[in-house]
T-cell receptor, first 113, second 115 residues
Framework: QKEVEQNSGPLSVPEGAIASLNCTYS??????FFWYRQYSGKSPELIMSIYSNGDKEDGRFTAQLNKASQYVSLLIRDSQPSDSATYLC?????????????FGKGTTLSVSS | NAGVMQNPRHLVRRRGQEARLRCSPMKGHSHVYWYRQLPEEGLKFMVYLQKENIIDESGMPKERFSAEFPKEGPSILRIQQVVRGDSAAYFC?????????????FGPGTRLTVL
C-alpha cells in the first residue's frame, strides 16, 4: 500500500515568518513529487514540482527533496495571510504522464496578521 | 488559455438517480484523471483515460461507476443509482504529453450531494 504522510496541523505562523511543511512517502521508487495548495471549497492548485534531490526555488516557495530519507518538504518564506490554506503533498511513481498521483491528507496552514 | 473545465459545479441527486459529471481537459492535454475527495479525507485516484481508452481504473468502485473519454467531447464520469456515500467533490485533472514531466492540473470540481 503506497502511502503519503503529512502532519494534519494546523500549523500556525505569524505573518512574515517561514512556514515549513513536511511529507514522507512509502514507495522508495517514487520519481516525482508535487505540492498543491487548496483553499477551502476550492480545487487543488499546483504550486511546486520537484524530481531531483536537493532544493528547487520559485519565488517565496522552496521545495526540498531527499529520496534516501523518502522525505519532501515545502518552505514558504515571508508568509502572508493569503497563504492560509491546506497544502497537499502528492507523489507519483513515474516522471512522465499517465499514472495516478498519491496524495497525503494535507497540512492546514494558518498565517496570522 | 482556458484551464480544465468541469460541469456542473454543483449537482444534487436523490438516492437511486444517476449522476453525470463532465470534464474538458486543458487545450493540448491528452491525459485525463478523475479523483474523489470525501469530507475529511484526502484526494483519491479513481481513473485515468486517454481519448477512447480507459488506461487505469484501479481506483474505481467495482459497481455503479463508469468513465469514458470519447473521440469528440468531454470526459464523463457516470455514477448510477447514487447513494449518500457518493456525496463528495469530484475533481478532474489533465496533463500534457511532455517527456520528463507529469504535472497534473485540476479543474474546479463538481460537488455532488445525494439526498
Amino acid at each position: 500500500q503506497k502511502e503519503v504522510e503529512q502532519n494534519s496541523g494546523p500549523l500556525s505562523v505569524p505573518e512574515g515568518a517561514i512556514a515549513s511543511l513536511n511529507c514522507t512517502y512509502s514507495d522508495r521508487v517514487s520519481q516525482s513529487f508535487f505540492w498543491y495548495r487548496q483553499y477551502s471549497g476550492k480545487s487543488p492548485e499546483l504550486i511546486m514540482s520537484i524530481y531531483s534531490n536537493g532544493d528547487k526555488e520559485d519565488g517565496r516557495f522552496t521545495a526540498q527533496l531527499n529520496k534516501a530519507s523518502q522525505y519532501v518538504s515545502l518552505l514558504i518564506r515571508d508568509s502572508q495571510p493569503s497563504d492560509s490554506a491546506t497544502y497537499l503533498c502528492a507523489v507519483n511513481v513515474w516522471a512522465q504522464a499517465g499514472t495516478a498521483l498519491i496524495f497525503g491528507k494535507g497540512t492546514t496552514l494558518s498565517v496570522s496578521s | 488559455n482556458a484551464g480544465v473545465m468541469q460541469n456542473p459545479r454543483h449537482l444534487v441527486r436523490r438516492r437511486g438517480q444517476e449522476a453525470r459529471l463532465r470534464c474538458s481537459p486543458m487545450k493540448g492535454h491528452s491525459h485525463v484523471y478523475w479523483y474523489r475527495q470525501l469530507p475529511e479525507e484526502g484526494l483519491k485516484f479513481m481513473v485515468y483515460l486517454q481519448k477512447e481508452n480507459i488506461i487505469d481504473e484501479s481506483g474505481m468502485p467495482k459497481e455503479r461507476f463508469s468513465a469514458e473519454f470519447p473521440k469528440e467531447g468531454p470526459s464523463i464520469l457516470r455514477i448510477q443509482q447514487v447513494v449518500r456515500g457518493d456525496s463528495a467533490a469530484y475533481f478532474c485533472a489533465s496533463s500534457p504529453e511532455t517527456r520528463g514531466s507529469n504535472e497534473q492540473f485540476f479543474g474546479p470540481g463538481t460537488r455532488l450531494t445525494v439526498l
